[in-house]
């Protein structure tokens, strides 16, 4: 086709001219045609119900290069995508026949148009055709249609909580922290080499160093100055323990200096040869030490036999241990074992009183540091809070309340006047003093006509003289704020309320409290309902329970 398109030549330079700025519209519009037949859409029905769901399928013929891309999101308004399908291709000759297919819904009854789609293929956008689509109602027929009343609110159970969670990592980390403190404190530890060795008597660990110096490689290695520190060391240990404090401190001459001053002054009867045994290995050990002196080896072993003779000899010469000696080296190692238990308690105490602190920080930053306070030493308000709760109705025409404990009936005084006019029950909670007080009341107006009384029944000069008697017992400085009050069940009535301070007990001070005086009359006959809450400021737990007592007032009928 476009191959028999041609153009004709003109004389006309003009004709030429409009021929070619022609041109271009021409393929244009023909290039859009041509694709316009690739692109078609369909819906399944022009005709639905309110919520119902319709099929709007596009199809593209492509070539097998082109990259298609369709509409995504909520491009259909006024109606709603609820479901995007995958593409479907099919090989259709030498193209590819691609069908996306949407979900598509309205929840209102009319008529709307699916706006037109804008479709990419390659670099070119293409708009499909707008389509009407008719939304119809829902008919319902009352006559079949049972109505019924709404249902009452059902009573769920309290949930157990997380509280087992809680009490699990608490009992955890206590198991934990008990392990560490059992593996590093208190468990009886395995002695090391080196423990035990300090545990062993001095002539035995002076003989045991003997040993280990045999077993030793310092003579077949030529280490001679570590074999000599190590060999004086041994008989130097045991006299530092036995006979001279500062034997490991002293020089030779030193040593030997003290040693013949011992004997000379009779405490222990060291002999010549073994003093003079002494000095000679003392000092030849220090040749090998500091003057770099290389005796035999023969020589050496003979002077490690001379060391333990010398060692036996210094045994035999100690005196035995008196009574007191022994006496105060047990009490000395009755005191260490104190300390150490000691030690192990501070530690133990240390560890719980950190485990104690994190428990309490943790639960403070989880649930508030009051709260954990409070739960620790104990709140009134908290345990009313918190505590099993009690639905009731008082009174005639009843009164239907949510209070912490049941409330006791009491028997207000009634002028001698007015008793025959009128009939008033009241059951309360608490005393003005405490955290919270709760009175309900009900007063029936006898002998008069319903419409009449009902005018005669100013719930503000009523509310008027309820605060004149709180000022009777005591109260000072009421703050009065009034509003319209509305039960969660319809009953309408009168909202007072503000602040006041209430006389403490057996003083003459004050402290400050909320209170909130609610108002009814009835509609079936002349009939006064009251609710009066009295609560400390700053106690959250009192306000709490004050808003939940008046969130569960409901007022009912007598017939009810």
Known sequence: ?????????????????????????????????????????????????????????????????????????????????????????????????????????????????????????????????????????????????????????????????????????????????????????????????????????????????????????????????????????????????????????????????????????????????????????????????????????????????????EIDHVKEVLPEPTEEEKLLDQQYKDKQARKSKRRKILLTSLAAVLVLIAVFVGFGVKYGFGYVTDTILGNESKELLEGQWVRSEYGVPPIDISTPKVLKRDNPPVPDDVKAQLKTSAFTYGTLQDNIHINVSTTTFENQGQEAEKKDIDLQKVASETINNLEKNGITDIFVKQEKYTTPNGAEGLKTFGTLNIPRANSDSYYEGNYALLQFVSDNKVVLQQILLIWKTGDTYAEKISEKVINSIELKKADQ
Do not use: H
């Open 1 to 309: 086709m476009i191959n028999d398109f041609r153009f004709k030549k003109c004389s006309s330079s003009s004709f030429n001219r409009k021929a070619l700025s022609l041109f271009p519209i021409l393929f244009i519009l023909f290039s859009t045609w041509s694709f316009s037949q690739d692109i078609s859409t369909s819906i399944d029905s022009t005709s639905i119900k309110v919520g119902e769901q319709i099929i709007y399928n596009i199809q593209v013929e492509v070539d097998s290069l082109d990259l298609v891309v369709f509409p995504e999101g909520q491009t259909f308004m006024p109606l709603e995508m609820i479901e995007s399908f995958k593409v479907d291709t099919t090989k259709k000759d030498a193209k590819f026949l691609l069908i996306k297919k949407y979900g598509l819904t309205q929840f209102d009854s009319g008529k709307y148009s699916i706006p037109r789609q804008k479709i990419l293929i390659g670099d070119k956008a293409f708009f499909t055709d707008s389509l009407k689509v008719i939304v119809n109602t829902i008919e319902v027929d009352s006559t079949k249609q049972g109505l019924y009343d709404i249902k009452p609110i059902i009573e769920v159970e309290k949930s157990a909580g997380d509280w087992w969670k809680t009490l699990l990592l608490i009992a955890a980390l206590l198991v934990v922290v008990g392990a560490l403190l059992y593996w590093f404190l208190w468990r009886k530890k395995p002695l090391t080499e080196e423990e035990e060795i300090a545990l062993l008597p001095p002539y035995e660990r002076a003989k045991l160093a003997l040993k280990k110096l045999d077993e030793s490689n310092y003579l077949e290695n030529a280490e001679l100055k570590e074999y000599y520190s190590d060999l004086t060391l041994a008989i130097r240990r045991y006299l530092d323990e036995k006979v001279y404090d500062r034997a490991l401190e002293s020089t030779t001459d030193e040593l030997i200096s003290r040693l013949n001053l011992l004997k000379e002054g009779n405490q222990i009867d060291l002999s010549k040869e073994t003093l003079k045994n002494l000095e000679s290995i003392f000092k030849r050990a220090d040749l090998v030490k500091f003057a770099k002196s290389a005796p035999d080896v023969e020589l050496a072993k003979l002077d490690r036999n001379t060391i333990d003779l």
